[in-house]
């Protein structure tokens, strides 16, 4: 098992920055890549970026591309979401996932476990 916790969520201007945190802990040595999500009020959750824990490597949905980075701490066992440049359609409910299964994307492999979720609210 894997447990993740966010936290770094808040309520910030159009075109300002916050930054997520996602600690993991339990069976960490499982894990192949950390994500994030995020799903708006009466949306579908939708992916937002991920990034190989060994590798470091990352992937963007294309609608953060650019404003958003990933990294991550291995000593820590956590992984950050830098957002920069903030719009009111970034405004939602950000999720941390882990992926155990070592996927060529791992955008499109499905993630086993998954944090509470943390608001992040952008005012226009």
């Known amino acids: 098992q894997v447990h993740l916790v966010e936290s770094g969520g808040g309520l910030v201007q159009a075109g300002g920055s916050l930054r997520l945190s996602c600690a993991a802990s339990g069976s960490i040595f499982s894990i192949n890549a950390m994500g994030w999500f995020r799903q708006a009020p009466g949306k579908e959750r939708e992916f937002v970026g991920a990034?190989?824990?060994?590798?470091?490597?990352?992937y963007y949905a294309d609608s953060v591309k650019g404003r958003f980075t990933i990294s991550r701490d291995n000593a820590k066992n956590t992984v950050y979401l830098q957002m920069n440049s903030l719009k009111p359609e970034d405004t939602a409910v950000y999720y941390c996932a882990a992926q155990v299964r070592n996927y060529a994307n791992p955008r499109y492999g499905p993630f086993d476990y998954w944090g509470q979720g943390t608001q992040v609210t952008v005012s226009s």
């Open positions: 990034i190989r824990k060994s590798a470091g490597s990352t």
